[in-house]
T-cell receptor, first 113, second 114 residues
Framework: AQSVAQPEDQVNVAEGNPLTVKCTYS??????LFWYVQYPNRGLQFLLK??????LVKGSYGFEAEFNKSQTSFHLKKPSALVSDSALYFC???????????FGTGTRLLVSP | KAGVTQTPRYLIKTRGQQVTLSCSPI?????VSWYQQTPGQGLQFLFE???????NKGNFPGRFSGRQFSNSRSEMNVSTLELGDSALYLC?????????????FGQGTRLTVV
């Protein structure tokens, strides 16, 4: 079965510092991987996806993610964190055709001023 | 382009009642999927519809059902509500899943069962 794991419930970072939110995956076949962000009382916003190609994927709001096949990881990164980046971040994987997303447990990111 | 619209935003129902939630996808999107989000279970897939056909179903009891109309709008229904059904229900639409297009989510319907 497809699955992703987010080992950290919460990540704290100071504004201006780089941030990393971790995700590891377990899939059979080619991995389709995503990052979504959720702000309080809101739905999920798509940040980026990996299907194939370059291991470094660039997404919305300055976020990027690095796909590492040998470590089965897909960590979300941003060079300089903003207070407004504070939110709940979900890593997800999908079956072929993206008909069903399987989400991780989420990581709460807190960026302090 | 308008995003995914879910109505209503908030609902309070009593145990044993039934509820219908509505989702209007982004214009041109033919796939609609539903997810349940709870603090304990996280985000769980309910079902996915494409061209009025249910193609995938998650591991939920038969009390949870859905349908999709010819204009791609979708509804989900929960019958005989239980306290544990209290959750944020999220709808997502995508343009063409066969081409691996990503899903865009609505703001959700917050259902509280009392």
């Amino acid at each position: 079965a497809q699955s992703v794991a987010q080992p950290e419930d919460q990540v704290n970072v100071a504004e201006g510092n780089p941030l990393t939110v971790k995700c590891t995956y377990s899939v059979s076949g080619n991995p389709y991987l995503f990052w979504y962000v959720q702000y309080p009382n809101r739905g999920l916003q798509f940040l980026l996806k990996y299907i194939t190609g370059d291991n470094l994927v660039k997404g919305s709001y300055g976020f990027e993610a690095e796909f590492n096949k040998s470590q089965t990881s897909f960590h979300l990164k941003k060079p300089s964190a903003l207070v407004s980046d504070s939110a709940l971040y979900f890593c997800a994987t999908a079956n072929t055709g993206f008909q069903k997303l399987v989400f991780g447990t989420g990581t709460r990111l807190l960026v302090s001023p | 382009k308008a995003g995914v619209t879910q109505t209503p935003r908030y609902l309070i129902k009593t145990r044993g009642q039934q509820v219908t939630l509505s989702c209007s996808p982004i214009s041109g999107h033919r796939s609609v999927s539903w997810y349940q989000q709870t603090p304990g279970q996280g985000l769980q897939f309910l079902f996915e519809y494409f061209s009025e056909t249910q193609r995938n179903k998650g591991n939920f009891p038969g009390r949870f059902s859905g349908r999709q109309f010819s204009n791609s709008r979708s509804e989900m229904n929960v019958s005989t509500l239980e306290l544990g059904d209290s959750a944020l229900y999220l709808c997502a639409s995508s343009q063409d899943p066969a081409r691996n297009t990503e899903a865009f989510f609505g703001q959700g319907t917050r259902l509280t069962v009392v």
